[in-house]
């Protein structure tokens, strides 16, 4: 019967061990797969993702000998960012993780010596994980598919960066506009403050009316102050984005925000687009495929585990009647279930199907919420940017321009000039953040429509969950 067993089981370890052998490491391949679910989701800049130290150097010292763009801060952070190399990195784990698993189990050798009088046994065991070899072949299915879901992950990550690192960018040369539209409010205060003073020292100007002008120019001052700490501050999170240090860190920013579309586009169909294109949708879709696929291979390799075969060689020597015997014959073993049916392990199984089941709807919702708001959040900064670009800062121009003409006609005074310059400062300011604030909005709405959450990136849970249910060797 062993031997039967044998001779049909042989096939399969042969094929298990040929399929093996035909798996190998390709990191190139990787990083090809994931620029492939990246492109178009980069935040509208197309980026070839490298490993060549010495080509990302020279690439980078290209891109920075302009002033940053948008589109250049992006391809500086995923070329240069270490955090993205760190995670490139783990998909190359996965990567051998996967061809480990298609590797067949090595067999096992003993050897024994037995002393008996006058006898002399040695007995030579090779002794073969079965389980290991009929359930290879899944086992490598498996790992692919836990690697597919790591290259999704890798996918989301690069993302998130690209948005990071473009609202980082628009952050920073927002935060650079204000402190020159701050500075210019605080030399019109510091010449307010002048003229007053002069003014009072003459006795043309009251002690109140002069304090109020100080402690404008003392806001300004502060205002101007806060201004610059914001600059700083987001110029360097820019800068930790690109993964820029030492001479690199001297870059020079564009010297203002782009301009507004001429219309916003109306999107009709932006839940059903981020139900089709968002990765942590695919991600969520195939894990569960996969948590499925594995539910009828856990219960078989529950009563299957731990299944060896073994072929036993010994030699049996007697110095006192001169003989030497030679014995050989197969073994097989195989745990008998008396007190572990795998009603727990099914269990486990089914529970984690279900899980994946409903996580999928989860990030359904999800997705689909937040594609409403995104675009919502997006309209309204847009009619807002575009109100203070159309209306407002219109508005205050001619206003000025009138003042002007009074001031010159002597039917203004100057502190007529100077309020109206600090008002004219103040709403072109204004419609700064307005702007600022649309291209941060059209970040976020690319992010949820074509990536994956804003939010924290739901990492996969099946690759520990289901190591559960792989076959082990005994």
């Not at 800049?45 to 150097?57: A, C, F, H």
């Not at 302009?66 to 250049?72: F, G, I, R, V």
């Not at 839940?271 to 539910?295: H, I, N, P, W």
């Not at 575009?386 to 407002?392: A, C, F, P, S």
Request: aromatic share 6%; charged share 20%.
């Amino acid at each position: 019967m062993s031997r039967a067993l044998f001779q049909r089981g042989a096939p399969i370890a042969l094929s298990a061990m040929l399929l093996a052998g035909c798996a190998s490491l390709t990191p190139e391949q990787n990083l090809s797969d994931v620029q492939q679910l990246t492109e178009g989701r980069t935040a509208g800049t197309p980026v070839t993702l490298q490993r060549n130290n010495s080509e990302i150097d020279n690439a980078v010292a290209e891109l920075l000998k302009a002033p940053l763009t948008a589109e250049s801060a992006v391809r500086i952070a995923l070329l240069n960012n270490p955090g993205l190399h760190s995670a490139l990195a783990q998909l190359d784990i996965s990567d051998a993780q996967r061809v480990q698993a298609g590797r067949a189990p090595n067999p096992h050798v003993s050897i024994a010596e037995y002393a008996e009088g006058s006898k002399l046994e040695i007995e030579r065991v090779l002794r073969f994980d079965v389980v290991g070899l009929l359930f290879l072949p899944w086992k490598a299915k498996w790992q692919g598919q836990q690697h597919e879901l790591a290259k999704l992950q890798a996918a989301q990550e690069v993302i998130v960066l690209a948005t990071n690192t473009r609202k980082a960018w628009i952050n920073t040369v927002a935060a650079q506009q204000t402190v020159t539209y701050m500075g210019q409010v605080k030399e019109a205060a510091e010449a307010g403050a002048e003229l007053a003073r002069r003014m009072a020292r003459v006795g043309n100007w009251s002690k109140l009316q002069q304090a109020r002008e100080q402690v404008f120019l003392a806001d300004a001052a502060a205002q101007l102050a806060r201004a610059q700490q914001t600059l700083f501050s987001e110029r360097e999170r820019l800068t930790r984005l690109m993964g820029l240090w030492g001479a690199q860190t001297q870059f020079t920013l564009a010297q203002r925000l782009p301009d507004l579309p001429p219309q916003a586009a109306d999107m009709q169909d932006m839940e059903t687009r981020a139900l089709r294109e968002r990765l942590d949708v695919r991600s969520a879709v195939a894990e569960a495929g996969y948590v499925a696929d594995s539910l009828g291979m856990t219960k078989a390799v529950g009563y299957l585990n731990g299944l060896t075969l073994a072929y036993k060689n010994a030699n049996i020597s007697d110095s006192t009647a001169g003989t030497n015997d030679i014995k050989h014959g197969w073994e097989l073993e195989l745990p008998l279930p008396i007190f572990d049916w795998g009603t727990a392990r099914n269990a486990r199984a089914q529970a984690l199907y279900m899980q994946s089941a409903t996580r999928v709807r989860d990030v359904a919702v999800k997705a689909r919420s937040e594609a409403r708001e995104a675009y919502h959040g997006w309209r309204t900064t847009y009619d807002l940017a575009r109100h203070y670009r159309d209306e407002v800062v219109p508005l205050r121009k001619a206003i000025s321009d009138e003042v002007l003409l009074r001031y010159n006609g002597m039917l203004a005074s100057v502190w007529d000039l100077l309020g109206d310059m600090r008002q004219q400062v103040m709403s072109v300011n204004n419609a700064i953040e307005a702007q600022r604030d649309f291209w941060l909005a059209e970040a976020d709405l690319q992010l949820t429509l074509t990536g994956t959450s804003p939010g924290t990136l739901a990492r996969p849970r099946s690759s520990g969950a289901s190591m559960a249910s792989a076959p082990q060797g005994h």
